[in-house]
């Protein structure tokens, strides 16, 4: 492996291990099925990001390479509609209880909902638009293998992060009070919440034209 590569290798690794720690949604949501569910529920939502991001890279990538493109209208109705499916997942946060949790009342997120909840997130957009999609391009001057190799690496730094946090968190929830549990699940739903209004605010920024979008293709 020369040089270059080896660069995209590392660039890969240690922008999938900066991913997979960063908060955000899928992140949160992750924490809380694990600690509610246990850790093979958390684990799943582990690939989320994988599922999510195919597609759009698949769209991004592409675009990137060839087009010229204001993004900004698209992103801003991805991000409200993003908000509103936080909302609901913030919602089911605060609504369990100790008596329902006891009851086994409290109910999964299927890993569909979860990518869907993703889809929305305009942070995905942006984040390779600006960062992943033009390093994947750069990668593609020199080579479909040089592309693939940054792709395989950050793919599989992020889902091993978020693994391993679902497998400790899945490990400690039986050490932790129920009521403790309780809290520190409306304390996520607060986070996503929180998300929510960012991603409103996003949304409304955008389409008031104080954030615009672009693809800046060659």
Known sequence: MDAENFSF???????????????????????TESLL????????????PVLTDLPVVA??????????????????????VGALILCGFSY?????????????????ISLWKAVGM?????NLYIYWITICGPLAVSGLYRGWATMFLFLATFYIS?????????????SVRH????????????????AMLLFALFFFRQGFQMLTGEITIHFSGK
């Open 175 to 190: 050490s932790l009070n129920l009521k403790v549990i309780v809290w520190i699940n409306r304390f996520l739903g607060a």
């Open 118 to 122: 993703n889809f929305f997130n305009p």
């Open 92 to 108: 089911e946060s605060f609504s369990v209880t100790e008596s329902r949790y006891e009851r086994g009342e409290v109910s999964r």
């Open 158 to 170: 992020i889902t091993s992060v978020k693994l391993g946090l679902s497998l400790t968190v899945g």
């Open 9 to 31: 290798l590392w660039k890969g690794i240690l922008l999938g291990i900066h991913a997979g720690i960063s908060p955000g949604p899928v992140t949160t949501l992750l924490v």
């Open 37 to 48: 569910h246990g850790r093979r529920a958390g684990m799943k939502i582990a690939f989320v």
């Open 59 to 80: 769209v991004i990538i592409p675009l990137l390479y060839y087009l010229t493109f204001d993004a900004t209208t698209v992103i801003a109705v991805i991000s409200m």
